[in-house]
């Protein structure tokens, strides 16, 4: 989706623009996984700030990643908002405060598209206690536990346990 935000840099306006849009984001991998698994839905309002465009977006969507210890798939829907000052300028450069656009012309869609994959979780649980798999037979411990023995011992060092046991 496209705004022209032309009338809030010149700040002929003072109203609010509000925007809603739908867009399929299903083809975006992330770390090896398509995490959005349908549209996302996006609000948002542009208003006139000093020369500047204030852009605010409430994301909502559904998220489906494995869990990084028991590798089991989990959905759930999230919510985001997103805050934003535009300026239009020619010139390219670093700034915490602004996101310097060139053009008037705003594409939201990748603009939202930055936002949420910054974001999504660097590391995803399926729940805060997971217990995740058994190092020895693979078996997720959140289902049940498993008859593995738990104290592997590499077998390089047995001749040490050996020595102690004498001792």
Same mark, same amino acid.
């Given at each position: 989706?496209?705004?022209?935000?032309?009338?809030?840099?010149?700040? #002929?306006? *003072?109203?609010? =623009?509000?925007?809603?849009? /739908?867009?399929?984001?299903? @083809? %975006?991998?992330?770390?090896?996984?398509?995490?959005?698994?349908?549209?996302?839905?996006?609000?948002?309002?542009?208003?006139?700030?000093?020369?500047?465009?204030?852009?605010?977006?409430?994301?909502?969507?559904?998220?489906?990643?494995?869990?990084?210890?028991?590798?089991?798939?989990?959905?759930?829907?999230?919510?985001?908002?997103?805050?934003?000052?535009?300026?239009?300028?020619?010139? #390219?450069? *670093?700034?915490? =405060?602004?996101?310097?656009? /060139?053009?008037?012309?705003? @594409? %939201?869609?990748?603009?939202?598209?930055?936002?949420?994959?910054?974001?999504?979780?660097?590391?995803?649980?399926?729940?805060?206690?997971?217990?995740?798999?058994?190092?020895?037979?693979?078996?997720?411990?959140?289902?049940?536990?498993?008859?593995?023995?738990?104290?592997?011992?590499?077998?390089?060092?047995?001749?040490?346990?050996?020595?102690?046991?004498?001792?």
């Amino acid at each position: 989706m496209k705004l022209d935000l032309k009338p809030f840099f010149s700040n #002929e306006t *003072e109203e609010t =623009l509000s925007f809603c849009d /739908t867009v399929d984001f299903t @083809d %975006v991998e992330w770390n090896g996984v398509h995490p959005f698994v349908s549209p996302v839905q996006i609000k948002g309002t542009v208003s006139a700030c000093a020369g500047a465009a204030a852009l605010t977006a409430e994301v909502s969507y559904d998220f489906s990643m494995p869990c990084d210890r028991c590798a089991e798939m989990t959905l759930e829907h999230r919510k985001e908002t997103f805050s934003h000052r535009l300026l239009l300028s020619e010139e #390219e450069g *670093e700034d915490d =405060l602004y996101i310097r656009v /060139t053009s008037p012309e705003l @594409d %939201v869609s990748e603009l939202v598209r930055e936002d949420l994959l910054l974001a999504l979780p660097t590391r995803h649980l399926c729940k805060p206690d997971c217990k995740g798999l058994c190092p020895v037979c693979g078996r997720n411990l959140n289902r049940g536990s498993c008859n593995c023995r738990k104290k592997v011992v590499d077998p390089r060092l047995e001749v040490l346990k050996n020595w102690i046991d004498r001792e």
